[in-house]
């Protein structure tokens, strides 16, 4: 028996403004899938992954294309590639099994009972100044991350160390070292206790890593998108992050986790901007991940309601009416 679909697309506002090193967001679009059968519906949200030239219409034109013809999460692998509008729908059955077994989604994934996880803070690429006041004022939080943009990073990175002289940090480099010398760049960083580099080079252009002697561990974000990209990545990162909104959804971010782990690869969590609907069901992935980066809906003016609870970086998990 197939599901009814329905999808449509939610604008929420950012606190102040978002920046990386490829632009600044105000605003994020994302879009809300709903499954419903027996009575029971099930919700998912994704963000679409810019990058990769998707949009929130063509996310939804994705979802509303399959009109009724979904029957179950492994029949979702097949319909429709990775991506946002795989993530959306594979999330929205996730709730929808839950809810009709009457049992936490955490249950269903045969995992132990869901715990607070530490999320990373992000403080968006600014000047230094900017960087070290926003790190001061995030302090008291455990763990932060930078975003970096190829020059002046080491200045970046001392600043924020000022402001936040006991938190972890790890950075963000949105491959903007591609043609610097990345074990170099690495090693300037050392002595400000950075403990992980995602995302160096460009995506595409990891041969660039080949030889390279990181002295602190690299991430594979842009580049790791799915398990087919696993192979290339062996020897050049020690780490991938995994987004569900990339490898299309919870389903294939366990999968991912797994075949990572037996390579050897240690486990990042990540997200995009989106709401605590789009962020409950990651948390389920990042239980055990060496990091985890989950502080999109942290970022937002506001959120929905029963909105994931963060205390002192902590990030509790989800209360069934929002998720799961």
């Keep these: 028996m197939s599901f009814c679909i329905a999808a449509r697309i939610e604008r929420w506002p950012v606190r102040g403004a978002f920046t990386i090193a490829r632009g600044a967001k105000t605003h994020v679009d994302v879009v809300v899938?709903?499954?419903?059968?027996?009575?029971i519906t099930g919700r998912g949200e994704a963000t679409p992954i810019y990058y990769?030239?998707?949009t929130a219409e063509t996310v939804l034109a994705a979802i509303e294309a399959l009109g009724s013809d979904l029957l179950s999460r492994a029949h979702l692998q097949h319909r429709l590639p990775r991506g946002a509008a795989r993530n959306a729908l594979d999330c929205a059955l996730w709730d929808w099994e839950a809810k009709h077994a009457g049992r936490p989604a955490w249950s269903l994934a045969g995992l132990p009972e869901s715990q607070p996880l530490t999320t990373a803070f992000t403080i968006s690429?600014?000047?230094?100044?900017?960087?070290?006041?926003?790190?001061?004022?995030?302090?008291?939080?455990?763990?932060?991350?930078?975003?970096?943009a190829g020059e002046g990073d080491e200045a970046r990175v001392a600043a924020v160390?000022?402001?936040?002289p006991n938190a972890r940090l790890i950075v963000d480099a949105n491959e903007a070292w591609t043609g610097h010398d990345v074990a170099a760049e690495a090693a300037r960083l050392l002595p400000f206790g950075v403990e992980l580099i995602e995302q160096p080079v460009k995506a595409g252009e990891d041969h660039c890593l080949d030889g390279v002697r990181s002295p602190i561990p690299l991430a594979a974000d842009e580049s790791c998108q799915d398990r087919?990209?696993?192979?290339?990545?062996?020897?050049?990162?020690?780490a991938v992050n995994i987004k569900l909104d990339k490898c299309g959804g919870l389903t294939e971010a366990f999968a991912l986790a797994d075949e990572a782990k037996a390579m050897g690869l240690e486990i990042m969590v990540g997200c995009?901007?989106?709401t605590s609907l789009g962020i409950a069901p990651a948390m389920l992935a990042a239980q055990g991940a060496r990091w985890v980066d989950l502080d999109g809906a942290l970022l937002l003016a506001e959120d929905r309601p029963h909105a994931l609870q963060q205390n002192g970086g902590r990030l509790a998990p989800p209360a069934a009416e929002l998720w799961g």
């Design 161 to 164: 160390r000022r402001g936040a």
């Design 52 to 54: 990769h030239g998707e």
């Design 272 to 274: 995009m901007l989106a």
């Design 125 to 148: 690429l600014g000047e230094p100044d900017r960087m070290e006041a926003d790190a001061r004022a995030a302090a008291h939080l455990p763990l932060l991350k930078l975003k970096l």
């Design 33 to 39: 899938a709903e499954v419903s059968r027996d009575g």
């Design 228 to 238: 087919s990209d696993l192979p290339r990545l062996a020897g050049r990162y020690q």
